[in-house]
């Protein structure tokens, strides 16, 4: 029964894939230079994703490497969430993001995967990564595959247009859904993108956008109740943190209390927490056994507390490049110093000065799981245990909202 019922469902993917590929091909045909640039829209859950990952793999045996923008912080195909990137893809995806992680060629720490909590940080963190990518030769000689928000309304759609105009790209891909909930109010056609009155990137009257717009049908829609991969938002993002985290441990134990830390001095490093601003002599217990965003920074905005014992910390969260993370597995007032444990190779290690926190947090199973290890574990009481509270459940949604979508 359990197979009928698998090769049922098999039946039906193997239908959508069909109709998906033909969309595929009629796209690819269109954009055979190497230096196309392919941008995919859509609202939440439409199959944006993997959309996208069809047309990487579709144009790899094409190209051979593909550039692939990721522009979704809630959902990144390449990256811990919180990020935006740019990544040049030599294999096939074949399946979810926590299986093919990938260094990228440039990643920016947005610190946020709700952007409606920080939409300029986000335009500007896109920005420098479009305007790296412009400025590499070998980047430009390959065809770019962007993938965007599902983030359709109010401010969705001043970032989404956003996008289009900074990358003047010469396709755009609009997968639309038949609940008008989860499309953008129009067509994203050349015409509504310039004429949008945007708040974040205006468009110069001499130069206007010339791209063609390819409309097509989700065919998610058919998958109702069902989360990509058999999991939520949430899980998917805690998969993604765990794959990285994994790239440290080692055999026999396979557990983060074994991993040895780096001893970096407070003089070393500059703190950042993103989008709040918290008194000198808190920063250190904010970050204390938290993940850390792994950042170059070459500015000047360092404010230097008057107590010699504290870090320097920056006066705004920055827009610069991310090499990566780690977890800060402890601090020492004494030795003026704090301890952070990291797969992050100790040569791009030495390039780091910056260490950012944003609202992206390690699995909670990682403090509670004890595992194998010997001795007191960080962060972790012993003896009987005693309820002291719990993340209270989200019962109250707000009837109107200012951003985003609402399910009725």
Known sequence: MGSFLWLQHSACLIVMLMIWLVAIFETLLLCVEESARTVVCGGKGVGKSTFVRFLVNQSLPLFREVLCLDFDPGQPEFTIPGCVSAVIVKQPLLGPSFTHLTTPEQMVFVGEVNIAQCPSQYADSVQHIISYCNSQPKLLRMPWIVNTMGFNKGVGVDLTTSVIRMLKPQHVVQIQSANAEFNFPEPLSPPYVCSYQNRFCELPPDDPLKYVLHTMRTMAENKKGMAPWGMGAPRLREAVILSYLSRMVQPPKYILA?????????????LCVCHTKLPFCQILSAINGNLVALCSYSGSDILVPDDPQLPSVLGQQPVCPCLGFGIVRGVDMQEKCLFLITPVPEAVLSTVNCLMLGTIMLPSYVYSTASECEGEIPYMATGPGHPLSK???????PSQHIYGTRRK
């Open 391 to 397: 993340v209270a459940s989200r019962f109250f949604r």
């Open 258 to 270: 074994d991993t040895v830390p780096y001893m970096i001095p407070f003089c070393k490093v500059v």
